[in-house]
């Protein structure tokens, strides 16, 4: 009987399964798994099942798979994995930091978004608001971390603000009253294309009044007006790695601790200003 991976996503939207991130994640593992003779199902849980290792260990341990490949985890689910992890093989793909005991597959989102800083400033944008979820999950820390590294050395001002959901117009006016941004990095494309939406609604230019950039490089992001600047990451490459190691795992590989971080690419178009 095929063994059974289990892909692990802890309080996510529904516009995280549709998003290019998720999509290229599953796509990536699965024809890893089947590749390895392995099969993939898809394991998400709520905010309050990995509030604690008791609670987490009951939503996934009771799911009938042989591993865990956790996508981008909370800070609760990644202090609850390591008794998850005793009881299955288990890798974390986008890992809200580089220095956690668990083997784990990343891009390089603070050198990334540290370089997007750094071009926004070469372009004579110095206010640049960096949006979170106000749950931060997977490699919101690091390109935070990022984020703050380049407006220290930079001598920027540090703007920081979660981006509550649905973006809508009062919420969107509400971020330029309070941060008066000239450039606004959102946490994903879609939510990039919605500010592009509520920002010329408000008849606010972009980008000659705010600059946007969003992340993942989605299908549609060259589509957009204006052009959406973007950051590409690896993630069919980072599933394909995960799954991989954990075919060798459940084949009884000694993989032992395993860290890989890819590199990000900036995807420079007209939204930033710049063109590339």
Not at 140 to 145: D, P, V
């Amino acid at each position: 009987m095929a063994s059974t991976i289990g892909i692990v996503s802890v309080g996510q939207l529904p516009l995280f399964f549709t998003g290019r991130y998720f999509r290229e994640i599953l796509a990536g593992a699965s024809e890893a798994a089947v590749a390895r003779g392995c099969q993939v199902k898809l394991l998400p849980i709520g905010h309050d099942q990995a509030a604690s290792s008791a609670s987490a260990r009951a939503a996934l341990l009771t799911q009938a798979v042989d591993a865990l490949l956790v996508v981008a985890p909370s800070e609760a689910l990644l202090a609850a994995l390591g008794e998850l992890f005793d009881s299955l093989p288990g890798i974390v793909v986008s890992p809200p930091q580089l220095d956690i005991p668990y083997s784990y597959v990343a891009s390089d989102n603070f050198v990334i978004t540290r370089r997007l800083v750094e071009h926004l400033a070469d372009h004579g944008l110095h206010r640049v608001l960096l949006l979170r979820p106000d749950v931060l999950t997977g490699d919101y820390w690091e390109r935070t971390r990022g984020y703050e590294h380049a407006v220290t050395a930079l001598d920027m001002p540090r703007l920081l603000a979660d981006l509550l959901r649905p973006v809508t117009p009062e919420l969107t006016q509400a971020l330029l009253e309070a941060y008066s941004p000239d450039a606004i990095i959102a946490p994903c494309d879609e939510d990039a294309v919605a500010l592009l939406t509520t920002l010329r609604g408000l008849g606010v230019r972009v980008p000659e009044d705010v600059a946007i950039v969003g992340y993942d490089d989605d299908e549609y992001a060259d589509e957009t007006n204006p052009p959406l600047t973007t950051v590409e990451q690896p993630i069919t490459e980072m599933a394909r790695r995960a799954t991989h190691y954990l075919a060798d795992r459940l084949a009884g590989v000694d993989r032992r601790m395993y860290h890989a971080v890819l590199a990000n690419r900036l995807v420079v178009r007209a939204s930033c200003g710049s063109h590339p």
